[in-house]
T-cell receptor, first 116, second 115 residues
Framework: AQTVTQSQPEMSVQEAETVTLSCTYD???????LFWYKQPPSRQMILVIR??????QNATENRFSVNFQKAAKSFSLKISDSQLGDAAMYFC?????????????FGKGTHLIIQP | DTGVSQDPRHKITKRGQNVTFRCDPI?????LYWYRQTLGQGPEFLTY????????KSRLLSDRFSAERPKGSFSTLEIQRTEQGDSAMYLC?????????????FGPGTRLTVT
C-alpha cells in the first residue's frame, strides 16, 4: 500500500520569506500523481499544485513550486514571498495512474503559520 | 461551475441514531469520492463512485456505513447506529476522470459529532 509521510507537523515563517514543506512517499508504481492541497481553518480543501511522475520538470504555480525527486520519492513544496493568506494546513497527497481507485492517499499534514 | 456542495455542514447526533449526509458534485464530474478526516489527520478514503456505480470501498467503511449515488448525480452517505468513534469531518470530492488530471475538487465537509 502507498504511504505518504509529512515529517513537519508545524512550520513557521515570517511574512515575505520562503518556506519549504517536506513530503516523502512510498510506492512500487512508476506512474503516479502527486498533489499539494491547502486547507485553511474551517474552509474547504483546495489544490495548490500537481506533479505528474512522468514529467521531469518541476511544477510551478506563481509563488508555489515543487522539488520532485522521483528516485528519492520526495516531493517538497516551496512557498516564496509568504503571505498571511498562506496560513493553513498543507497536505501532500498521492494517487496512482490506475485512475485513483483507492482515492487520494494523504499525509498527516503540516500546519503553516505566517508571522507578520 | 458552482463547486462541490455538502449538506448539512454540521450534525450533532446521539449515539445509536442514524444520520445521512448529502454531496452534490460538480455537474460534469463522473467520479465522486467520500473521505473521513479526524482531528490532526489527513483525509482517509472511504469509497468512490463512477457515475452511479460504487467501484471501491475501503476497509474503513464498516457495515454500518452505506453510500449511494442514484442516477450518477448527487450522493448520500448514511451511518447507522452511530458510535462516538464516528465523530469526524466527512468530505466529498469529485473529478472528471475523463480529463485524466486526477485532480479532485473538495466540498466544505460535514462535521459529525456523536454524543
Amino acid at each position: 500500500a502507498q504511504t505518504v509521510t509529512q515529517s513537519q507537523p508545524e512550520m513557521s515563517v515570517q511574512e515575505a520569506e520562503t518556506v519549504t514543506l517536506s513530503c516523502t512517499y512510498d510506492t512500487s508504481e512508476s506512474d503516479y500523481y502527486l498533489f499539494w492541497y491547502k486547507q485553511p481553518p474551517s474552509r474547504q480543501m483546495i489544490l495548490v499544485i500537481r506533479q505528474e511522475a512522468y514529467k521531469q520538470q518541476n511544477a510551478t504555480e506563481n509563488r508555489f513550486s515543487v522539488n520532485f525527486q522521483k528516485a528519492a520519492k520526495s516531493f517538497s513544496l516551496k512557498i516564496s514571498d509568504s503571505q498571511l493568506g498562506d496560513a493553513a494546513m498543507y497536505f501532500c497527497a498521492y494517487t496512482d495512474s490506475g485512475g485513483g481507485a483507492d482515492g487520494l492517499t494523504f499525509g498527516k499534514g503540516t500546519h503553516l503559520i505566517i508571522q507578520p | 461551475d458552482t463547486g462541490v456542495s455538502q449538506d448539512p455542514r454540521h450534525k450533532i447526533t446521539k449515539r445509536g441514531q442514524n444520520v445521512t449526509f448529502r454531496c452534490d458534485p460538480i455537474s460534469e464530474h463522473n467520479r465522486l469520492y467520500w473521505y473521513r478526516q479526524t482531528l490532526g489527520q489527513g483525509p482517509e478514503f472511504l469509497t468512490y463512485f463512477q457515475n452511479e456505480a460504487q467501484l471501491e470501498k475501503s476497509r474503513l467503511l464498516s457495515d454500518r456505513f452505506s453510500a449511494e449515488r442514484p442516477k450518477g448525480s448527487f450522493s448520500t452517505l448514511e451511518i447507522q447506529r452511530t458510535e462516538q468513534g464516528d465523530s469526524a469531518m466527512y468530505l466529498c470530492a469529485s473529478t472528471d476522470f475523463r480529463g485524466l488530471s486526477y485532480e479532485q475538487y473538495f466540498g466544505p465537509g460535514t462535521r459529525l459529532t456523536v454524543t
